[in-house]
């Protein structure tokens, strides 16, 4: 399986398997990593701050309760702060830390972005 994005170009890049199951497997219905990989391929996540009862799991709405009544300026702080360790995160942080980092670095660009754009 490849996808196909601005940062793969033409060639794309190849899904990386996180267990040891057959891929059909890892990414059949029985397992998250399917949707993980497509909101770690395309940068976005179905958790809506607005609307955290469709697409967040328990541990974002905990995270957005936790922050949501923190100032702006904290939110953006903390946004810099992620994506720098986004950016400069090595193979070997553990893939689903990777992604717990960038699913909160979404969270807090929809802070920033406000109500005004509710989905």
């Known amino acids: 399986m490849r996808h196909f ?27 998250d990593y399917m949707q993980q990989h497509i909101e770690e391929a395309g940068g976005t996540s179905l958790c809506n701050v607005h609307k955290k009862d469709k697409g967040c799991n328990d541990k974002q709405v905990a995270f957005i309760d936790k922050w949501s009544a923190k100032p702006a300026d904290e939110h953006q702080t903390q946004l810099t702060r992620l994506q ?13 830390m990777l992604t717990w980092m960038k699913q909160r670095a979404n969270i807090f660009k929809q802070f920033a972005k406000g109500k005004k754009d509710e989905l």
């Open 5 to 31: 994005n601005k940062g793969t170009g033409y060639g794309g890049k190849a899904y990386e398997k996180k267990t040891s199951e057959a891929m059909c497997d890892e990414l059949g219905p029985k397992n």
């Open 84 to 96: 720098a360790m986004i950016d400069t995160a090595s193979k070997d942080i553990k893939p689903d």
